[in-house]
């Protein structure tokens, strides 16, 4: 039995921004510009223009969320005192440009992000920075993804009171 494996080694950058909000208000405005994905009717829709048109206006600020879990629930009763959210943030209408290049781009797409407090009470958000890791897949397309992510979440850092990295 033949197997292929690649092993492939790519640069990543952790961006850490401070938000202007306490932390419990800083996750709930997150929420609210970055809504949940409603994934029910995704699943319901008949065309992918149908799915473009919901994702307009499902994710108004281009991103949607897939996932949220609460680290400081899981880790109650541990010695980590953190309080920290975790959200898988994105949007597949953009990252479908990458998928049907290279089904594996969907490692990326979407992004694992964190809002956390820091040990000083500062409001963090965590996330590393979509080009990257997209250009380590030798596609001039999937780069072009990663590039337009960039954008898409500099724009979000601003609307959430945060000073977007020059990086993006």
Not at 9 to 28: F, G, I, K
Not at 150 to 155: E, I, K, T, V
């Amino acid at each position: 039995m033949t197997t292929d494996s690649a092993f492939i080694d790519h640069p990543a950058r952790r961006l850490v921004v401070t938000l202007p909000r306490p932390y419990d208000e800083a996750c709930e405005h997150f929420e609210t510009v970055v809504p949940e994905a409603d994934l029910p009717r995704f699943f319901q829709l008949g065309s992918w223009k149908a799915t473009l048109e919901l994702a307009e206006i499902n994710g108004p600020h281009g991103f949607m969320r897939y996932y949220r879990s609460d680290l400081c629930a899981l880790m109650a009763g541990s010695q980590s005192l953190w309080k920290a959210t975790q959200y898988l943030l994105g949007n597949h209408t953009i990252a479908e440009l990458a998928f049907r290049e290279d089904a594996s781009a969907g490692l990326h797409a979407p992004m694992p992000s964190l809002i956390y407090a820091d040990p000083d009470g500062d409001t963090k958000l965590a996330v590393d920075q979509p080009s990257l890791l997209l250009d380590s897949y030798g596609s001039a397309g999937i780069a072009e993804v990663g590039r337009e992510l960039d954008g898409r979440l500099a724009q979000l850092i601003t609307i959430l009171g945060g000073d977007a990295p020059p990086q993006l």
